[in-house]
T-cell receptor
Framework: NAGVMQNPRHLVRRRGQEARLRCSPM?????VYWYRQLPEEGLKFMVY????????ESGMPKERFSAEFPKEGPSILRIQQVVRGDSAAYFC??????????????FGNGTRLTVT | DQQVKQNSPSLSVQEGRISILNCDYT??????FLWYKKYPAEGPTFLIS???IKDKNEDGRFTVFLNKSAKHLSLHIVPSQPGDSAVYFC????????????WGAGTKLIIKP
């Protein structure tokens, strides 16, 4: 029973390149959330998606960052023209239904992005 | 402005003793609190939660205490075991959302044999 799968585990990009992070939710889960953890800090919410819909992107930077969760395939977090400040651990979580506190989040093991 | 603070970056406890991890918050609108545990190279896993209508919640070796007047919560682990060595995050939110969480920076717990 696979959990939330994220790949790659580690990603190195040079400044100006694009980074693509992938997340496959747990089986039966249709809600995906992305979080970013900067060094020495807690996680920060970025975006919440359902299949083919962005529900809440209030935590996403306005420029260079985008996310999608297509009908088929994993959710993708894309960072264009990466800068050193984008270096962080990016975690994806999923849940079987939205909103309520009785629906705990299940996290993947994260993608560690390093921008050189 | 950190709304959720875990002032101890690390804590070392002898195996078998009690571990107490602390968390302070500033936003009086927070009404639901969670603790997550994280091992290196893994994602956070949910541990225990507490609603503001309670002051204590217990689950096996883990107990969370909430002091609303002091805006303080703590996680007690007793007895501490080597497998408890991990980073513990305190998180809080207002409203019914399960994802709009404000996270503390974490406390690294080291259990000494």
């Amino acid at each position: 029973n696979a959990g939330v799968m994220q790949n790659p585990r580690h990603l190195v990009r040079r400044r100006g390149q694009e980074a693509r992070l992938r997340c496959s939710p747990m089986k039966g889960h249709s809600h995906v959330y992305w979080y970013r953890q900067l060094p020495e800090e807690g996680l920060k919410f970025m975006v919440y998606l359902q299949k083919e819909n962005i529900i809440d992107e209030s935590g996403m930077p306005k420029e260079r960052f985008s996310a999608e969760f297509p009908k088929e395939g994993p959710s993708i977090l894309r960072i264009q023209q990466v800068v050193r400040g984008d270096s962080a651990a990016y975690f994806c979580a999923s849940s079987p239904k939205s909103g309520g506190r009785s629906s705990p989040l299940h996290f993947g093991n994260g993608t560690r992005l390093t921008v050189t | 402005d950190q709304q959720v603070k875990q002032n101890s970056p690390s804590l070392s406890v002898q195996e078998g003793r009690i571990s107490i991890l602390n968390c302070d918050y500033t936003n009086s609108m927070f009404d639901y609190f969670l603790w997550y545990k994280k091992y290196p190279a893994e994602g956070p896993t949910f541990l225990i939660s507490i609603s503001s209508i309670k002051d204590k919640n217990e689950d096996g070796r883990f107990t969370v205490f909430l002091n609303k007047s002091a805006k303080h919560l703590s996680l007690h682990i007793v007895p501490s075991q080597p497998g408890d060595s991990a980073v513990y995050f305190c998180a809080a939110h207002a409203g019914d959302s399960n994802y709009q969480l404000i996270w503390g920076a974490g406390t690294k717990l080291i259990i000494k044999p």
